[in-house]
């Protein structure tokens, strides 16, 4: 069955860094679009990024193009976030996202940025 556990959320300043990790298993990952998502409190879920199986072409929300970089490593079925420049804004749930006939999400991971 798909599976997919996010990691690597956690409390960071403003200007800060985090890397989000997705693991993934049950189906042939490097074959699928991956997606980052996030939801803050009180809003709707919104596109982070979003990146091709095999070719790695990527694409991004307005929001964090130029401080957020989404890859892949197929070889250990895993998808990746580096965030820089955190701002409080980013602060919400992140959730990784495979359509595999249905969609499937992670569990998500807080990410809290605060002074």
């Known amino acids: 069955q798909v599976q997919l556990v996010e990691s690597g959320g956690g409390l960071v300043q403003p200007g800060g860094s985090l890397r989000l990790s997705c693991a993934a298993s049950g189906f042939s990952f490097s074959r699928y679009v991956m997606t980052w998502y996030r939801q803050a409190p009180g809003k709707e879920r919104e596109l982070v990024a979003r990146i091709i199986g095999a070719g790695g072409s990527t694409n991004y929300a307005d929001s964090v193009k130029g401080r957020f970089t989404i890859s892949r490593d197929n070889a250990k079925n895993t998808l990746y976030l580096q965030m820089n420049s955190l701002k409080p804004e980013d602060t919400a749930v992140y959730y990784c996202?495979?359509?595999?006939?249905?969609?499937?999400w992670g569990q998500g991971t807080q990410v809290t940025v605060s002074s």
């Open positions: 996202n495979a359509i595999v006939g249905l969609p499937f």
